[in-house]
């Protein structure tokens, strides 16, 4: 939950540079988020920066910075939406200089940004929450005021919020909307144990997991076992 609270990431050597990417978050704006609500942001002073949210406007909206001083709404939502979950996914691709905007995992805009072949962070932190546009030392308000952050609060939550160093097909990002959407991702509570027993002898395993309509399959050296499914 972020009601004005933020998160700054340091080490972000495995997202500095990427040709080929997919952001993505499940979020809830609250009504009174306003204009400027971050859920991902790299801004900087430099060409490839990009951020993910709302920016001055009530739609998510994909940024990148194309030049020094230039930054272009590259990738929309169609649709506002406040005070309900939804699934917010943006693919890159370097080669073709193209990103794709998914909403609740239906692809809903393209568009190109001729100059761009990677996605950068333009300064010290990866933020979440917040904008991190200007560069300086500190992710310090006080003592850095221009600084990380300095506005673009996210007022609402966000859960399940992913950058993954390739470009996601359309079925891939569809299936982690979908996956949440039936409900909570399956999870292995009760793992099988191993047991020692004479030849001959019969042996039960035990397994637990949780999550909604789970089915269960027992193999053995990867072939599946005849009525050890359900």
């Not at 739609?59 to 030049?67: A, D, E, G, M, Q």
């Not at 230039?70 to 073709?96: E, F, I």
């Not at 072949?117 to 300064?123: K, V």
Request: aromatic share 10%; hydrophobic share 40%; charged share 10%.
């Amino acid at each position: 939950n972020f009601s004005g609270d933020y998160i700054g990431i340091t080490n972000i050597r495995a997202v500095q540079d990427l040709t080929n990417a997919t952001i993505c978050a499940w979020a809830k704006f609250d009504a009174n988020c306003g204009l400027n609500a971050t859920i991902f942001c790299a801004g900087g002073q430099t060409a490839g920066s990009w951020m993910l949210g709302r920016y001055y406007s009530d739609i998510v909206i994909f940024t990148l910075l194309t030049n020094y001083i230039k930054d272009v709404s590259l990738v929309w939502c169609p649709v506002s939406y406040t005070n309900s979950w939804n699934h917010y996914a943006v693919s890159w691709s370097g080669a073709n200089h193209t990103a794709t905007m998914y909403l609740d995992g239906v692809p809903v805009r393209t568009n190109t940004a001729p100059s761009i072949t990677a996605l950068h962070i333009g300064g010290q932190y990866l933020g979440m929450g917040c904008w991190t546009f200007e560069e300086g030392p500190a992710m310090d308000l006080v003592n850095n005021p221009l600084g990380h952050p300095n506005n673009g609060w996210m007022r609402g939550s966000m859960d399940d919020v992913r950058i993954y160093n390739r470009t996601l097909s359309v079925a891939e990002v569809r299936s982690l909307y979908s996956a949440n959407v039936a409900g909570a991702s399956p999870l292995i509570t009760l793992q099988p144990q191993s047991q020692a027993v004479t030849l001959g002898q019969s042996v039960s395993f035990a397994v637990g997991a949780s999550g909604s309509s789970l089915t269960y399959r027992w193999m053995r050296n990867s072939t599946s076992i005849n009525g050890a499914s359900s």
